[in-house]
């Protein structure tokens, strides 16, 4: 009598090898994943990215400075590494987009690389979310010592000057990254915008005090007759 022939199964701790089906399905992956159509800008923005990553790696190894008590160059490693990735997620999702959305992704990734290319000098613009709050606290307190500063419309003109200030320091930051200027070696143009720009606030503030303070002086007694 014959006896039922049952199929083969792995051992106890092995897989089954893969089959031919499995083995085309891979063959034919790995084209589609070889031709992508990677965003080239966002691509020269992660080349640029390694670059900096690597300059930064350097900088640690060389430069002993610190700047409250952490490396001066372990937060633009972290920032770069950040940006590079981020470059080159994006760049590899927009090239598995379907081709009826190709271009509106190709813009997309175009405006993307625009921003994180002058993202390193907008950056210092973030910091404003900390001293615009932390310049209203403190004209809040010291208005309970300075008559000038008691009326709330006064320390909001100054508030104002304070962020015409960041935005006027960020603009000629971004002139200066778009140039390809170093920060610390402006030429004569930069420094002659930036004392015009700090002088026009100072002047600005001191005209806004001293018309609070003139405010706030009690009126004087009318001669007598």
């Known amino acids: 009598m014959n006896t039922p022939e049952f199929p083969e199964t792995p051992a106890s701790g092995t897989t089954a090898p893969p089959s031919s089906a499995d083995n085309r399905r891979a063959i034919i992956a790995w084209p589609a ?28 190894l060389i430069d002993p400075r610190s700047l409250t008590g952490a490396p001066v160059w372990a937060k633009p490693l972290k920032f770069s590494i950040s940006v590079l990735v981020y470059a080159a997620s994006l760049a590899w999702l927009l090239g598995i987009l379907s081709a009826r959305r ?3 992704a190709w813009w997309i990734g175009t405006v993307s690389t625009i921003a994180l290319v002058i993202e390193m000098v907008i950056i210092v613009g973030m910091h404003a979310l900390q001293v615009i709050p932390r310049t209203a606290l403190l004209l809040e307190v010291l208005a309970s010592r300075l008559v ?10 100054l508030i104002r000057l304070v962020i015409g200030l960041y935005l006027g320091v960020l603009a000629i930051l971004t002139g200066q990254a778009l140039a390809g200027e170093s920060i610390v070696r402006p030429d004569a143009l930069v420094t002659t915008l930036t004392i015009a720009l700090v002088a026009a606030v100072a002047l600005a503030a001191t005209l806004v005090l001293s018309a609070a303070s003139r405010a706030a002086l009690p009126p004087t007694d009318a001669a007598a007759p």
């Open 33 to 60: 994943l070889r031709t992508l159509a990677w965003h080239r800008p966002l691509l020269a923005a992660t080349a640029a990215m390694a670059v900096l990553v690597v300059v930064c790696l350097v900088g640690l």
């Open 102 to 104: 190709r271009r509106l």
């Open 148 to 157: 000038a500063l008691r009326a709330p419309v006064v320390r909001l003109r």
